[in-house]
């Protein structure tokens, strides 16, 4: 069985993995790691502001892992927090998105449907608000009946071609941009 390219960059000491609920930012050609993606996503929503010197990832699951099950609106407010923090990151680390960087929005689909619209257009109205547009989406099935389904997924930015764009891949290895 080959390994996911994640698990590749993961394994050549490369990558650095986010995970659920964080988000992070690596600067490519910097370090050691010229990689960053997050794997598992089992429901989870991913944003990724991208460009050829670093990215920010953020992990953002449906709800937070210690909130109250009988509140309806602690994903959605876990969501306004997680985008809060991509956009501090990404205002921190401006210098690394020149003007053609690329956003990333990846959702999960349930039963033919997007799994959480309200967090769509939460992370959408954001990522506008920060001036990152276009936003380009990616979805995946969910089928949470089913645990070795496809739709627990990876994504990943590889930035190992200095000086050019990232590639991104989102889902089972298949290449958004080149």
Not at 57 to 82: F, K, T
Request: glycine share 10%; aromatic share 10%.
């Amino acid at each position: 069985m080959s390994l996911g390219l994640l698990e590749q960059a993961l394994n050549d000491g490369r990558a650095l993995v986010v995970p659920m609920g964080h988000v992070q930012f690596l600067a490519f050609h910097q370090q050691s790691k010229n990689a960053i993606g997050a794997n598992q996503l089992t429901g989870c929503s991913v944003v990724m502001i991208t460009s050829q010197f670093g990215a920010i990832l953020a992990h953002i699951p449906p709800r937070p892992v210690h909130s109250d099950y009988n509140d309806p609106h602690a994903g959605d407010r876990n969501v306004e927090v997680m985008m809060g923090w991509v956009q501090a990151l990404y205002n921190q680390r401006r210098n690394y998105f020149p003007t053609g960087s690329d956003t990333w929005a990846v959702f999960a689909v349930f039963e033919g449907t997007i799994g959480l619209p309200d967090q769509k257009r939460i992370v959408e109205a954001r990522l506008t608000s920060m001036g990152l547009q276009p936003i380009q989406l990616d979805y995946y099935v969910v089928n949470p009946n089913t645990p070795a389904h496809l739709g627990r997924g990876t994504v990943f930015v590889d930035g190992g071609n200095h000086g050019e764009k990232p590639a991104v891949y989102s889902f089972i290895a298949i290449r958004l941009y080149h």
